[in-house]
């Protein structure tokens, strides 16, 4: 899959699958943010774990941007990781990459797909929709433990419904038999607690 970014002279510019030879790139990209606490750090084997969820934009050869859509539920999935180099914000690679993520959510016959985010503004754009974060999957809350921002987090949960009446994956659902395996470990009290934790 190679989709032209943009037309004529700029017909340079492509989003596609990610390559192993990439991670490089996108460590630096994701990692630069990350240093600014805006995103999640990822690490080298995080990425080549997680290689094929990942989208990537290229400007004349060169990776200016990146996003991945993760699979939570058979109804939910997360768009993450979403980053355009500091160089080439604003000329459309991020909202082109956002829409191949939802277009691959849809393919995959995907409800519902959410995000975390500190941009809502850039994501409104694109049909995204505040939600209540209590609403989203509990195994979405273990990225949280490693977040500089978990016990004061002011990030936004957004969600973009692919289908008429996806509300109902919404709602408070019972904790999955994997959720249910973690009791008695360290991980279920601090998942069970509200996200924003302390915001003085
Ligand atoms: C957020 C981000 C991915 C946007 O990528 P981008 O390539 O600059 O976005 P685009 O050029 O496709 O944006 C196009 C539209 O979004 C709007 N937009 C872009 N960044 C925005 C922002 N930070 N806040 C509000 N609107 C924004 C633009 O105004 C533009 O709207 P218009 O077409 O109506 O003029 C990029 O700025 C980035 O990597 N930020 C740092 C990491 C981050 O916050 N990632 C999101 C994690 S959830």
Redesign the pocket.
């Known amino acids: 899959m190679e989709i032209e970014l943009q037309s004529g002279a700029e017909t340079s510019r492509i989003i596609r699958p990610a390559e192993l030879a990439d991670i490089p790139a996108m460590l630096r990209l994701i990692n630069g943010?990350a240093a600014q606490a805006?995103?999640l750090p990822r690490t080298e084997l995080e990425l080549c774990e997680g290689l094929r969820e990942f989208l990537v934009a290229i400007d004349n050869g060169e990776l200016i941007?990146c996003g991945a859509l993760h699979f939570y539920t058979l109804h939910m999935a997360e768009l993450?990781s979403?980053?355009?180099s500091p160089n080439?914000?604003?000329?459309?690679?991020?909202?082109?990459l956002v829409r191949e993520l939802l277009e691959q959510a849809r393919q995959y016959g995907i409800d519902i797909v959410f995000?975390?985010?500190?941009?809502p503004?850039?994501f409104l754009?694109l049909g995204f929709q505040e939600v209540d974060r209590a609403a989203l999957p509990l195994k979405t809350w273990k990225d949280c433990l490693r977040c500089p921002h978990f016990q004061a987090c002011d990030e936004i949960a957004m969600a973009y419904l692919l289908t008429p009446g996806a509300e109902i994956y919404m709602s408070a659902q019972p904790p999955t038999p994997e959720e249910i395996a973690l009791e008695g470990s360290p991980l279920l009290p601090i998942l069970s607690q509200p996200r924003i934790l302390d915001k003085s």
Do not use: W
């Open positions: 943010y805006i995103m941007g993450r979403l980053a355009v080439h914000t604003r000329s459309g690679a991020g909202q082109r995000l975390f985010t500190y941009v503004g850039f754009k």
